[in-house]
């Protein structure tokens, strides 16, 4: 079996990285120029057996094709079912309206590290699905927060597969994720690591460089006591519905997870809600000083210097969009699109989805190509060019009058509001 093949059986691939890395190093000490894996430094791996606490996976040969199973009703008629699923993540305590009723017990840094690492638990359960559905399968998801604040999936598959399978998936699917240590708190407050030129970043009092992020994996690497940081996995609450194209059910569904086009994860807050924003705060304290990247500048809290480690950094003031408080920690895309659903990017999505306000507000002659413009700097001090918080507030009214427009010819048109009739929604 090939390693390949064995990767992707959920096998133990550290034996036949080893050999294959041992006949690359015989043919360099032939005299051979160059790295015969073709890279420039050796790959940094960690064995791909599963978890023991995770059940097994059932398999299907792969056949290339995107579309799922028909089936034939007993009127003669065939069909081709899809599928609509909502995955949520753990507990982290006891909620009520979506607020911990015990705001100590609850588990915010594991509910801070879950938003951080989501989008990679959503592409395992991607290629889970793939495995088991045995074809290309296709589709069209967002994600959203929950009241709670922690973000969960809503997901339009091409095809179907039994409820019992894909709650079999969600079950298996985990992602581990192999970083330093960052529990224990190296510098902190005036203490904190000084940048030398070039040696980075080191000890204020001992002078020691701190290891970088090479230096920090490698020690991981060494350790066969390690653990990873953090492992997350979804929650057991799964809702799987069957929905056929053409019906009043399907088109819902696409009218739901089209909203978030144009959506942000700070727009689903409750601003007169002072008990969710006391929340939202606790949140934001949880992630404050937890690692978003390689490169985020908390790691120099606990002791590593960040990957491409440079002046300036100071634990706790990561600028990276996971620690923006409208992201609640998740960094990731809203609207996920796999490249065969329809044959459009997300950009060309958001193109139609323009094309369709213009010409509910009777502006169908307005421009569309994105290319139709060219586009120049301004130099400072032109005449024309009105201050930034002028062309702020007149971007903020246009919107306003564009919006309030819309929801008019809504209405005029019996139109209903799906933000009322969200299939799928969990507390």
Same mark, same amino acid.
């Given at each position: 079996?090939?390693?390949? +093949?064995?990767?992707?059986?959920?096998?133990?691939? @550290?034996?036949?990285?080893?050999?294959?890395?041992?006949?690359?190093?015989?043919?360099?000490?032939?005299?051979?120029?160059?790295?015969?894996?073709?890279?420039?430094?050796? #790959?940094?791996?960690?064995?791909?057996?599963?978890?023991?606490?995770?059940?097994?996976?059932? $398999?299907? $040969?792969?056949?290339?094709?995107?579309?799922?199973?028909?089936?034939?009703?007993?009127?003669?008629?065939?069909?081709?079912?899809?599928?609509?699923?909502?995955?949520?993540?753990?507990?982290?305590? $006891?909620?009520?309206?979506? =607020?911990?009723?015990?705001?100590?017990?609850?588990?915010?840094?594991?509910?801070?590290?879950?938003?951080?690492?989501?989008? $990679?638990?959503?592409?395992?359960?991607?290629?889970?699905?793939?495995?088991?559905?045995?074809?290309?399968?296709?589709?069209?998801?967002?994600?959203?927060?929950?009241?709670?604040?922690?973000?969960?999936?809503?997901?339009?598959?091409?095809?179907?597969?039994?409820?019992?399978?894909?709650?079999?998936?969600?079950?298996?699917?985990?992602?581990?994720?192999?970083?330093?240590?960052?529990?224990?708190?190296?510098?902190?407050?005036?203490?904190?690591?000084?940048?030398?030129?070039?040696? !980075?970043?080191?000890?204020?009092?001992?002078?020691?460089?701190?290891?970088?992020?090479?230096?920090?994996?490698?020690?991981?690497?060494?350790?066969?006591? +390690?653990?990873?940081?953090?492992?997350?996995?979804?929650?057991?609450?799964?809702?799987?519905?069957?929905?056929?194209?053409? &019906?009043?059910?399907?088109?819902?569904?696409?009218?739901?997870?089209?909203?978030?086009?144009?959506?942000?994860?700070?727009?689903?807050?409750?601003?007169?809600?002072?008990?969710?924003?006391?929340?939202?705060?606790?949140?934001?304290?949880?992630?404050?000083?937890?690692? /978003?990247?390689?490169? /985020?500048?908390?790691?120099?809290?606990?002791? =590593?210097?960040?990957?491409?480690?440079?002046?300036?950094?100071?634990? !706790?003031?990561?600028?990276? #969009?996971?620690?923006?408080?409208?992201?609640?920690?998740?960094?990731?895309?809203?609207?996920?699109?796999?490249?065969?659903?329809?044959?459009? &990017?997300?950009?060309?999505?958001?193109?139609?989805?323009?094309?369709?306000?213009?010409?509910?507000?009777?502006?169908?002659?307005?421009?569309?190509?994105?290319?139709?413009?060219?586009? #120049?700097?301004?130099?400072? !001090?032109?005449?024309?060019?009105?201050?930034?918080?002028?062309?702020?507030?007149? @971007?903020?009214?246009?919107?306003?009058?564009?919006?309030?427009?819309?929801?008019?010819?809504?209405?005029?048109?019996?139109?209903?509001?799906?933000?009322?009739?969200?299939? !799928?929604?969990?507390?």
């Amino acid at each position: 079996m090939s390693r390949i +093949a064995a990767e992707q059986a959920g096998e133990d691939t @550290s034996d036949l990285d080893d050999v294959i890395t041992g006949i690359d190093q015989d043919i360099n000490d032939t005299g051979m120029r160059g790295n015969v894996l073709g890279r420039a430094v050796p #790959k940094r791996h960690r064995s791909t057996r599963r978890r023991q606490d995770a059940p097994n996976l059932p $398999k299907r $040969k792969m056949a290339h094709t995107t579309l799922g199973r028909t089936f034939t009703g007993s009127d003669g008629k065939t069909y081709r079912p899809s599928l609509f699923v909502t995955l949520t993540l753990l507990s982290y305590g $006891k909620v009520r309206n979506g =607020v911990p009723v015990d705001p100590d017990a609850y588990d915010y840094r594991r509910a801070a590290r879950d938003a951080l690492h989501f989008p $990679k638990l959503v592409d395992r359960f991607v290629q889970n699905l793939r495995r088991v559905a045995g074809y290309d399968v296709q589709y069209f998801a967002a994600v959203e927060p929950q009241k709670r604040l922690a973000p969960h999936l809503h997901m339009a598959i091409r095809g179907t597969l039994p409820r019992a399978e894909i709650k079999q998936i969600a079950a298996a699917t985990y992602h581990q994720v192999w970083w330093p240590a960052a529990d224990r708190i190296a510098f902190d407050g005036d203490h904190l690591p000084v940048w030398q030129d070039v040696a !980075g970043y080191c000890d204020p009092a001992t002078g020691e460089v701190l290891p970088n992020w090479d230096e920090a994996l490698d020690q991981l690497d060494t350790d066969e006591a +390690a653990e990873p940081l953090h492992v997350i996995r979804f929650g057991v609450q799964v809702d799987v519905q069957g929905v056929l194209a053409g &019906t009043p059910d399907a088109d819902q569904c696409i009218r739901y997870l089209s909203k978030y086009l144009t959506k942000s994860i700070g727009d689903t807050l409750a601003p007169d809600d002072q008990a969710q924003r006391e929340h939202s705060g606790r949140m934001a304290d949880a992630l404050r000083f937890e690692p /978003c990247t390689p490169g /985020c500048p908390n790691w120099l809290r606990y002791g =590593v210097q960040p990957k491409g480690a440079k002046p300036g950094m100071t634990p !706790g003031r990561c600028h990276g #969009k996971a620690h923006q408080p409208d992201h609640l920690g998740y960094a990731g895309r809203r609207v996920l699109v796999s490249r065969k659903w329809s044959n459009k &990017t997300l950009a060309e999505h958001k193109q139609d989805r323009r094309t369709w306000v213009l010409e509910a507000l009777g502006q169908s002659d307005q421009p569309t190509d994105p290319h139709r413009y060219i586009w #120049k700097p301004v130099p400072a !001090g032109d005449a024309n060019l009105a201050p930034l918080a002028v062309r702020l507030l007149r @971007s903020v009214h246009e919107r306003q009058r564009w919006r309030a427009h819309l929801d008019r010819l809504q209405a005029q048109a019996g139109g209903q509001d799906l933000s009322a009739t969200e299939p !799928g929604r969990a507390a």
